[in-house]
């Protein structure tokens, strides 16, 4: 299905509409710019438009539910990721997508925003982190890695217990960063094209298992947000390239069985540490 993202807090209900409903009906509520994948609808109901849409609380993990498009106080609920400053990207009718950060198709071991409780040790500026603040791919070792966009090396480093070796590349409208590389081909200053080779995914520093973590940052951002001024890359990055895992899709929508032979999806990998790197000195 289409990803969309929340413009506000939403709450999640387990069946279309508001009016007489029980209390249990609201799930949760999405926090504003959750990414969701949309499962079924649009049903009219209440006078309001709803879609079926999985996705991830923050807390609370992976949650399936209906949430309405609009309200007529808060306007627009859902709506597709705002496009990157000065470019085109990202818009689903063209297919105009940043390049994925690695050739071919990869499941994902974990989304934007879970395990809120194990990542709320780490922060940022010191303010904790409310989710895991990017996206990992399961990456065999040695994977190449490349430029989502042009972009210049900004920092090239190394945490023992936390992101391994990694790269923060700038671009003309933010970041991107890659992490537990087993190999970096790069320096500071460096000049890359979007799709070049600059490294190879690996399991260095406090990860769990082989992968890439990928996350964007968009200008202007600030990093005592609690997520480092990061944002969800996965509504940037073609569909083409990545898995969505099965706890946020519908199962037994035989569309979506097709559409994705995996649907069983890879294991979920423990949450990786982001070590005890000084908050301020976090790239």
Same mark, same amino acid.
Not at 19 to 28: R, W
């Given at each position: 299905?289409?990803?969309?993202?929340?413009?506000?807090?939403?709450?999640?209900?387990?069946?279309?509409? #508001?009016?007489?409903?029980?209390?249990?009906?609201?799930?949760?509520?999405?926090?504003?710019?959750?990414?969701?994948?949309?499962? !079924?609808?649009?049903?009219?109901?209440?006078?309001? &438009?709803?879609?079926?849409?999985?996705?991830?609380?923050?807390?609370?993990? /992976?949650?399936?539910?209906?949430?309405?498009?609009?309200?007529?106080?808060?306007?627009?609920?859902?709506?597709?990721?705002?496009?990157?400053?000065?470019?085109? #990207?990202?818009?689903?009718?063209?297919?105009?997508?940043?390049?994925?950060? %690695?050739?071919?198709?990869?499941?994902? @071991?974990?989304?934007?925003?879970?395990?809120?409780?194990? %990542?709320?040790?780490?922060?940022? !500026?010191?303010?904790?982190?409310?989710?895991?603040?990017?996206?990992?791919?399961?990456?065999?070792?040695?994977?190449? #890695? +490349? *430029?989502?966009?042009?972009?210049?090396? +900004? +920092?090239?480093?190394?945490?023992?217990?936390?992101?391994?070796?990694?790269?923060?590349?700038? $671009?003309?409208?933010?970041?991107?960063?890659?992490? $537990?590389?087993?190999?970096?081909?790069?320096?500071?200053? +460096?000049?890359?094209?979007?799709?070049?080779?600059?490294?190879?995914?690996?399991?260095?520093?406090? =990860?769990?298992?082989? $992968?890439? $973590?990928?996350?964007?940052?968009? !200008?202007?951002?600030?990093?005592?947000?609690?997520?480092?001024?990061? @944002?969800?890359?996965?509504? %940037?990055?073609?569909? /083409?390239?990545?898995?969505?895992?099965?706890?946020?899709?519908?199962?037994?929508?035989?569309?979506?069985?097709?559409?994705?032979?995996?649907? *069983?999806? &890879?294991?979920?990998?423990?949450?990786?540490?982001?070590?005890?790197?000084? =908050? /301020?000195?976090?790239?």
């Amino acid at each position: 299905g289409d990803l969309a993202q929340t413009t506000d807090f939403v709450n999640v209900r387990r069946s279309p509409g #508001v009016a007489n409903k029980p209390g249990d009906d609201v799930l949760g509520a999405l926090l504003p710019r959750s990414t969701v994948v949309i499962l !079924d609808g649009s049903e009219q109901v209440d006078g309001l &438009a709803w879609w079926r849409v999985g996705g991830i609380l923050v807390p609370g993990g /992976e949650v399936r539910g209906w949430v309405a498009e609009a309200t007529p106080a808060a306007g627009a609920l859902l709506r597709y990721a705002p496009k990157l400053p000065g470019t085109g #990207v990202p818009d689903p009718l063209t297919g105009v997508y940043l390049t994925a950060p %690695y050739a071919g198709t990869f499941d994902i @071991s974990q989304l934007w925003g879970e395990n809120a409780d194990y %990542y709320s040790r780490f922060s940022y !500026d010191g303010v904790p982190l409310l989710g895991h603040n990017g996206i990992d791919f399961w990456l065999p070792e040695g994977t190449p #890695v +490349q *430029a989502v966009d042009g972009a210049v090396v +900004q +920092q090239v480093g190394f945490e023992q217990d936390g992101f391994g070796n990694y790269v923060l590349l700038r $671009h003309p409208w933010g970041e991107s960063i890659y992490a $537990h590389l087993s190999g970096v081909d790069v320096s500071q200053g +460096q000049q890359l094209a979007a799709g070049q080779v600059f490294g190879r995914s690996g399991n260095t520093g406090g =990860s769990t298992g082989p $992968h890439l $973590h990928f996350a964007i940052r968009i !200008d202007p951002y600030q990093r005592t947000d609690g997520w480092g001024g990061f @944002s969800d890359p996965l509504p %940037y990055l073609p569909p /083409e390239s990545y898995r969505l895992p099965p706890y946020i899709l519908d199962q037994a929508a035989p569309s979506l069985a097709a559409a994705l032979p995996s649907l *069983a999806g &890879a294991p979920r990998m423990a949450p990786p540490s982001m070590g005890n790197i000084p =908050s /301020e000195l976090r790239p």
